[in-house]
């Protein structure tokens, strides 16, 4: 749902990490078709790949939202804020996990990750300055 509404960020300030030369790959948990799907939805410049046994979501240690915090005000205020702005919520494709969490991962030329971010709730994700902040960091 949120994610979503992140992946359209990085796909609205994608001139920027190119600029710094970053590479920027989407990771969803959603079968490839339905990842294709997605990805020419949104129209994403980037890769959105299929990892539907969430075998990355495991090495990450990503975990899952509970109903209650989706009812959180701090949740509610998320999605009101974003509506406001025009994006519309999706319940997302039949097998969606909706209260599986996500992350933002800085991994460095080396493949260490240098910067982890995990959702430990629905509306929590870097802002995009944020993680441009991030990789220029990585690249000095």
Sequence with gaps: MLCRAHLGDIRDQYQSFKDINATVVAITFSSPVEALKLSQELKLPFPLVSDSQKEVYKIF????????????????????????????????????????????????????????????????????????????????
């Design 61 to 140: 240690e990503l975990g899952a939202a509970r109903l209650k915090d989706f009812l959180s005000p701090k949740v509610l205020w998320k999605f009101m804020g974003r509506i406001i702005t025009g994006w519309l919520p999706s319940m997302g494709y039949s097998k969606d996990d909706l209260f599986q969490l996500g992350g933002d991962f800085v991994v460095d030329t080396k493949g260490d990750v240098v910067y982890a971010f995990k959702s430990s709730s629905p509306a929590e994700r870097p802002t995009i300055p944020f993680l441009l902040e991030q990789l220029q960091k990585a690249q000095l």
